[in-house]
């Protein structure tokens, strides 16, 4: 067990921050947790870690698994998802009819919205910050054991079900199906619960596991196809049961067709695990011996949510930050302990 809790935070590039504080506040309802530092690896220089002014958002209680920190780059170059990148984030809501309230709310401001897509362990809608980041919110449940007992959940390969794969919905149902009413107002049972997922682009699954398992000690909770592009892996690890919250995917795409990422406006800077603080140091340097560039830690964060971290990379070279936290990053968990 490597003291693995979650997600921490995911960083993202906005080159207007104003403008993206008002979608991720006013809009998606985030508290605004002020500006502080952020840790920031350099894709480029695996392994070490610079530091950047961040806009921080999450619960007001600064939970890790609740938290984005967007770095303004005015003149940062249009971003693009690809291999060695984060293609999503995702933030968690309660259920179906959060999801198509959440649906009007985006559509009365203008905002574009894709679905309700039924992702058979969740349902999910769609969305693209202003910078062009997509966001998705997604259900709690129903979760990985539909189609698996909760003992032997990724154990398997489980293909979609033929009716929630792209080319089969029904598009014209889902596009017409709205909330009736206005939402004005983010009631408590819209709120969201935090992230739900994120959803990185690599280029080789098994590869892929063998760092977010084997290295990160995440447990794999489910083995499918991307119901978008059945012929690719979609692979989901987490902790524990995997509840959201705690959640890191990846898409295996064939780096031959797949471009790199390019990093910039609208993409994701690195995600962030979150680990118990007595484990940091042991997982750097479990790290550092596996032969991946790990960086010193450092210090973090908005006050009252202040972390340390380290800066490590995926085996596509994707940053990813290791942050302490305490207690579990799973909204579930938290309303339950
Ligand atoms: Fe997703």
Same mark, same amino acid.
């Given at each position: 067990m490597s003291g693995l809790l979650g997600l921490h935070h995911v960083a993202l590039?906005?080159?207007?921050?104003?403008?993206?504080?008002?979608?991720?506040g006013r809009l998606v309802g985030l508290r605004d947790l002020g500006v502080a530092p952020a840790p920031l690896a350099d894709p480029e220089r695996p392994g070490a870690l610079a530091e950047a002014d961040a806009r921080w958002f999450g619960d007001g209680g600064g939970r890790a698994g609740s938290l984005l920190a967007v770095v303004e780059r005015r003149d940062a170059p249009a971003?693009?998802?690809?291999?060695?990148?984060?293609?999503?984030?995702?933030l968690a809501v309660?259920?179906?009819?959060a999801l198509l309230q959440w649906k009007r709310r985006f559509l009365d401001a203008g905002v574009p919205v894709t679905g309700i897509l039924d992702r058979h362990y969740f349902q999910s809608i769609y969305v693209k910050d202003p910078d062009g980041t997509i966001v998705?919110?997604? %259900? =709690?449940g129903p979760g990985w054991t539909v189609d698996e007992p909760p003992d032997a959940i990724g154990a398997e390969h489980r293909a979609p079900p033929d009716d929630m794969v792209v080319g089969n919905r029904d598009r014209a149902r889902i596009e017409a199906?709205?909330?009736p009413d206005a939402v004005p107002e983010i009631t408590d049972a819209l709120r969201i619960r935090g992230l739900h997922h994120v959803t990185a682009i690599g280029a080789d699954i098994e590869r892929t596991h063998a760092f977010v398992a084997g290295r990160l000690g995440m447990r794999r909770v489910k083995r499918t196809s991307n119901f978008d592009d059945p012929t690719s892996f979609h692979w989901?690890?987490?902790?524990?049961?995997?509840?959201?919250? %705690? =959640?890191?995917?990846?898409?295996?795409?064939?780096?031959?067709?797949?471009?790199?990422?390019?990093?910039g406006a609208g993409q994701v800077a690195h995600y962030a695990v979150a680990a118990a603080p007595d484990t940091l140091a042991p997982l750097a340097d479990a790290l550092r011996a596996a032969g991946l560039p790990t960086s010193a830690p450092a210090a973090f964060g908005p006050d009252g949510a202040r972390f340390d971290a380290v800066a490590a990379a995926d085996p596509d070279g994707q940053p990813v930050i290791v942050a302490t936290a305490t207690g579990a990053t799973s909204y579930d968990a938290q309303e339950t302990r």
């Open positions: 590039v906005s080159r207007d921050l104003a403008r993206t504080a008002d979608f991720y971003g693009h998802p690809g291999v060695g990148g984060t293609h999503h984030l995702a309660t259920d179906r009819d998705e919110l997604a %259900t =709690l199906e709205r909330w989901y690890w987490g902790v524990g049961g995997g509840a959201p919250g %705690t =959640l890191v995917t990846y898409f295996d795409r064939d780096p031959a067709r797949e471009p790199r990422v390019r990093m």
